[in-house]
């Protein structure tokens, strides 16, 4: 099992910006592929940003390419997901999930390809 645990959401006004954190005590973490995925009520969750191993392959939805920026700090085992110029419709729960090594998908994160969860954080952006 690998627990993980984000911080870092808020409330904010649009333009504004947030950092998210995920956090893990997991021995293995510079083994596992993250991502940050998000769920707004009455929707399906989608995935938003993923990072590899060694950071050195990063990929993000269209719709948050040029204002979210993930990055991870092997030695602290913490994911982070810099969103900047947030817009009403960013609001949403933010879950950070893992997976052994990194998927081969292409494209943005797919729910299905990551195994372990994190309980998330909730980001609210008023316009």
């Known amino acids: 099992q690998v627990p993980l645990v984000e911080s870092g959401g808020g409330s904010v006004q649009a333009g504004e910006s947030l950092s998210l954190s995920c956090a893990t005590s997991?021995?293995?973490?510079?083994?596992?592929?993250v991502a940050w995925f998000r769920q707004a009520p009455g929707k399906e969750r989608e995935g938003v940003a993923s990072?590899?191993?060694?950071?050195?392959?990063?990929r993000y939805d269209d719709s948050v390419k040029g204002r979210f920026t993930i990055s991870r700090d092997n030695f602290k085992k913490t994911v982070y997901l810099q969103m900047n110029f947030l817009r009403p419709e960013d609001t949403a729960m933010y879950y950070c999930?893992?997976?052994?090594?990194?998927?081969?998908?292409?494209?943005?994160?797919?729910?299905?390809?990551?195994?372990?969860w994190g309980q998330g954080t909730q980001v609210t952006v008023s316009s």
């Open positions: 990072i590899s191993t060694g950071g050195s392959v990063v």
């Open positions: 997991s021995y293995i973490f510079d083994t596992l592929g």
């Open positions: 999930a893992a997976v052994l090594y990194t998927p081969h998908f292409p494209g943005p994160p797919r729910e299905a390809d990551y195994q372990y």
